[in-house]
Protein backbone atom coordinates (compact mmCIF):
# COMPACT_ATOMS: atom_id res chain seq x y z
CA UNK A 1 0.00 0.00 0.00
CA UNK A 2 1.46 3.35 -0.78
CA UNK A 3 0.02 5.95 1.44
CA UNK A 4 0.57 9.76 0.71
CA UNK A 5 -1.05 13.27 1.31
CA UNK A 6 -0.39 13.45 -2.51
CA UNK A 7 -2.84 11.51 -4.29
CA UNK A 8 -0.80 11.98 -7.40
CA UNK A 9 2.79 10.71 -5.65
CA UNK A 10 0.66 7.83 -4.73
CA UNK A 11 -1.17 7.06 -7.56
CA UNK A 12 2.65 6.90 -9.30
CA UNK A 13 4.47 4.88 -6.99
CA UNK A 14 1.51 2.20 -7.56
CA UNK A 15 2.33 2.52 -11.07
CA UNK A 16 6.43 2.44 -10.59
CA UNK A 17 5.16 -0.88 -8.38
CA UNK A 18 2.94 -2.25 -11.23
CA UNK A 19 5.51 -2.17 -13.74
CA UNK A 20 7.87 -4.00 -11.88
CA UNK A 21 5.56 -6.97 -11.32
CA UNK A 22 4.38 -6.05 -7.57
CA UNK A 23 0.91 -4.83 -6.99
CA UNK A 24 -0.20 -2.05 -5.03
CA UNK A 25 -2.85 0.27 -3.96
CA UNK A 26 -2.69 4.32 -3.68
CA UNK A 27 -4.59 5.77 -0.40
CA UNK A 28 -4.98 9.31 0.49
CA UNK A 29 -4.00 10.80 3.84
CA UNK A 30 -1.60 12.49 6.32
CA UNK A 31 0.31 10.49 8.43
CA UNK A 32 -0.01 13.35 10.78
CA UNK A 33 -3.63 12.76 11.41
CA UNK A 34 -4.94 9.69 14.52
CA UNK A 35 -7.75 9.03 11.45
CA UNK A 36 -5.69 9.02 8.65
CA UNK A 37 -3.86 6.54 9.63
CA UNK A 38 -6.17 4.56 11.03
CA UNK A 39 -8.22 4.64 7.83
CA UNK A 40 -5.30 4.08 5.90
CA UNK A 41 -4.10 0.73 7.76
CA UNK A 42 -7.56 -0.89 7.64
CA UNK A 43 -7.58 -0.12 4.03
CA UNK A 44 -3.83 -1.65 3.38
CA UNK A 45 -5.36 -5.00 5.76
CA UNK A 46 -8.42 -5.13 4.06
CA UNK A 47 -7.10 -4.91 0.76
CA UNK A 48 -4.48 -7.62 1.03
CA UNK A 49 -5.83 -10.12 3.38
CA UNK A 50 -3.41 -8.34 6.70
CA UNK A 51 -0.41 -6.95 7.37
CA UNK A 52 3.25 -8.61 7.65
CA UNK A 53 5.30 -4.85 7.00
CA UNK A 54 5.24 -1.28 8.55
CA UNK A 55 7.99 0.99 6.41
CA UNK A 56 7.88 4.14 7.97
CA UNK A 57 9.06 6.77 5.47
CA UNK A 58 7.22 9.83 5.65
CA UNK A 59 9.13 12.79 6.46
CA UNK A 60 9.52 16.82 5.65
CA UNK A 61 12.97 18.71 5.18
CA UNK A 62 12.53 22.30 5.23
CA UNK A 63 16.22 23.94 5.41
CA UNK A 64 14.46 27.08 4.79
CA UNK A 65 12.38 26.93 8.47
CA UNK A 66 14.02 24.04 10.21
CA UNK A 67 17.64 26.11 11.56
CA UNK A 68 19.06 26.43 14.54
CA UNK A 69 16.44 26.26 17.81
CA UNK A 70 17.22 29.79 17.85
CA UNK A 71 16.09 30.44 14.49
CA UNK A 72 13.28 27.74 14.33
CA UNK A 73 9.62 29.28 14.68
CA UNK A 74 7.59 27.10 16.82
CA UNK A 75 5.04 26.20 14.11
CA UNK A 76 7.46 24.24 12.58
CA UNK A 77 9.11 22.85 15.06
CA UNK A 78 5.80 20.76 15.84
CA UNK A 79 4.82 20.34 11.97
CA UNK A 80 8.54 18.71 11.61
CA UNK A 81 7.48 16.98 14.68
CA UNK A 82 4.12 15.88 13.65
CA UNK A 83 5.20 14.21 10.28
CA UNK A 84 8.75 12.95 10.80
CA UNK A 85 8.25 11.62 14.61
CA UNK A 86 4.42 11.45 15.92
CA UNK A 87 3.29 10.46 12.68
CA UNK A 88 5.39 6.99 13.66
CA UNK A 89 3.43 6.97 16.88
CA UNK A 90 0.31 6.63 15.11
CA UNK A 91 1.57 3.97 12.51
CA UNK A 92 2.72 1.78 15.02
CA UNK A 93 0.17 2.30 17.24
CA UNK A 94 -2.79 1.01 14.76
CA UNK A 95 -0.26 -1.31 12.62
CA UNK A 96 1.52 -3.61 15.63
CA UNK A 97 -1.99 -5.05 16.51
CA UNK A 98 -2.07 -6.11 13.28
CA UNK A 99 1.57 -7.71 12.76
CA UNK A 100 0.71 -9.34 16.06
CA UNK A 101 -2.04 -10.99 14.66
CA UNK A 102 -0.34 -12.04 11.81
CA UNK A 103 2.05 -13.89 13.77
CA UNK A 104 4.68 -11.46 13.52
CA UNK A 105 6.34 -8.81 11.04
CA UNK A 106 8.59 -6.02 10.15
CA UNK A 107 8.98 -2.61 10.96
CA UNK A 108 11.57 -0.29 9.01
CA UNK A 109 12.12 2.83 10.14
CA UNK A 110 13.43 5.57 7.99
CA UNK A 111 16.05 7.48 10.39
CA UNK A 112 18.99 9.64 8.93
CA UNK A 113 22.91 10.42 10.08
CA UNK A 114 21.51 13.51 10.99
CA UNK A 115 20.62 11.23 14.29
CA UNK A 116 24.18 10.30 14.44
CA UNK A 117 26.30 13.83 13.79
CA UNK A 118 26.15 17.05 14.63
CA UNK A 119 26.11 19.68 11.90
CA UNK A 120 27.28 23.38 11.40
CA UNK A 121 23.73 23.68 8.89
CA UNK A 122 21.48 23.21 11.98
CA UNK A 123 18.13 21.55 11.14
CA UNK A 124 17.24 21.10 14.80
CA UNK A 125 13.45 20.08 14.74
CA UNK A 126 14.34 17.09 11.83
CA UNK A 127 17.32 16.07 13.86
CA UNK A 128 15.84 15.93 17.32
CA UNK A 129 12.83 13.48 15.45
CA UNK A 130 15.10 11.32 13.94
CA UNK A 131 16.95 10.85 17.23
CA UNK A 132 13.97 9.79 19.00
CA UNK A 133 13.26 7.08 15.99
CA UNK A 134 16.59 5.86 17.17
CA UNK A 135 14.98 5.14 20.70
CA UNK A 136 11.60 4.25 19.60
CA UNK A 137 13.23 1.95 17.59
CA UNK A 138 14.95 -0.30 20.56
CA UNK A 139 12.07 0.39 22.38
CA UNK A 140 9.77 -1.45 20.00
CA UNK A 141 12.70 -4.23 19.09
CA UNK A 142 12.39 -5.26 22.61
CA UNK A 143 8.91 -4.75 23.62
CA UNK A 144 7.56 -7.23 20.60
CA UNK A 145 10.06 -9.96 20.36
CA UNK A 146 8.23 -12.19 21.76
CA UNK A 147 5.78 -11.79 19.15
CA UNK A 148 8.05 -12.51 16.46
CA UNK A 149 7.75 -8.52 15.21
CA UNK A 150 11.20 -6.86 14.33
CA UNK A 151 12.02 -3.34 14.37
CA UNK A 152 15.32 -1.65 12.71
CA UNK A 153 16.70 1.55 11.47
CA UNK A 154 17.84 2.79 8.22
CA UNK A 155 20.39 5.91 8.47
CA UNK A 156 21.19 7.19 5.15
CA UNK A 157 23.17 9.83 4.59
CA UNK A 158 23.26 12.61 1.50
CA UNK A 159 20.57 10.69 -1.38
CA UNK A 160 19.63 12.26 -4.61
CA UNK A 161 15.94 12.61 -4.03
CA UNK A 162 13.46 15.23 -5.13
CA UNK A 163 13.06 15.97 -0.94
CA UNK A 164 17.12 17.49 -1.52
CA UNK A 165 16.84 18.66 -4.64
CA UNK A 166 15.28 22.49 -3.93
CA UNK A 167 18.54 22.88 -1.87
CA UNK A 168 20.62 20.60 -3.45
CA UNK A 169 22.91 22.80 -5.44
CA UNK A 170 26.27 21.76 -7.74
CA UNK A 171 27.89 23.70 -5.43
CA UNK A 172 26.79 21.50 -2.32
CA UNK A 173 26.82 18.48 -4.27
CA UNK A 174 30.61 19.12 -4.87
CA UNK A 175 30.87 20.08 -1.23
CA UNK A 176 28.90 17.07 -0.05
CA UNK A 177 31.37 14.66 -2.10
CA UNK A 178 34.13 15.73 -0.87
CA UNK A 179 32.85 14.59 1.95
CA UNK A 180 31.89 11.35 1.15
CA UNK A 181 34.93 8.50 1.31
CA UNK A 182 33.05 6.75 -1.56
CA UNK A 183 33.11 10.60 -3.25
CA UNK A 184 29.42 10.71 -4.37
CA UNK A 185 25.66 10.97 -3.23
CA UNK A 186 23.58 8.14 -2.55
CA UNK A 187 20.94 6.96 -5.62
CA UNK A 188 17.14 6.28 -3.77
CA UNK A 189 17.68 2.44 -4.93
CA UNK A 190 20.78 1.79 -2.48
CA UNK A 191 17.95 3.11 0.25
CA UNK A 192 15.25 0.98 -1.11
CA UNK A 193 17.27 -2.14 -1.21
CA UNK A 194 18.21 -1.60 2.23
CA UNK A 195 14.80 -1.74 3.45
CA UNK A 196 14.01 -4.48 1.47
CA UNK A 197 16.38 -6.80 3.19
CA UNK A 198 14.92 -5.36 7.03
CA UNK A 199 11.53 -6.07 5.48
CA UNK A 200 12.11 -9.88 4.23
CA UNK A 201 13.36 -12.48 6.65
CA UNK A 202 16.47 -12.19 5.33
CA UNK A 203 17.35 -10.38 8.07
CA UNK A 204 14.87 -12.22 10.46
CA UNK A 205 18.06 -12.22 13.03
CA UNK A 206 18.05 -8.51 13.11
CA UNK A 207 16.09 -6.95 15.55
CA UNK A 208 16.93 -2.88 17.61
CA UNK A 209 19.87 -2.64 14.78
CA UNK A 210 20.70 0.47 13.25
CA UNK A 211 22.24 0.49 9.28
CA UNK A 212 23.58 3.23 8.51
CA UNK A 213 24.07 3.77 4.61
CA UNK A 214 26.27 7.30 4.10
CA UNK A 215 29.08 6.22 1.69
CA UNK A 216 31.53 5.95 4.66
CA UNK A 217 30.70 9.50 5.77
CA UNK A 218 30.43 9.08 9.57
CA UNK A 219 33.23 6.26 9.83
CA UNK A 220 35.88 9.28 10.01
Sequence with gaps: MAADI????????????????????????????EAD??????????RFGG????????????????????????????????????????????GIPLLQRAGGGSI??????????GFARAQDAYTSAKGALVSLTKSLAIQFARDRIRCNIIHPG????????????????REFEAGIPLGRIAHPREIASVALFLASDDSSFMTGAELVVDGGFTAG
Aim: charged residues 25%.
Design 108 to 117: VMMGSVSALV
Design 37 to 46: VERMIAEGAR
Design 51 to 94: LSILYNNAGVLWKDRDRSVLETDGQWWDRVMAINLKSVFWVTKY
Design 158 to 173: IVDTPLQAPYLTEALR
Design 6 to 33: DGAAATETVARAEAEGGEAVAVVGDVAV
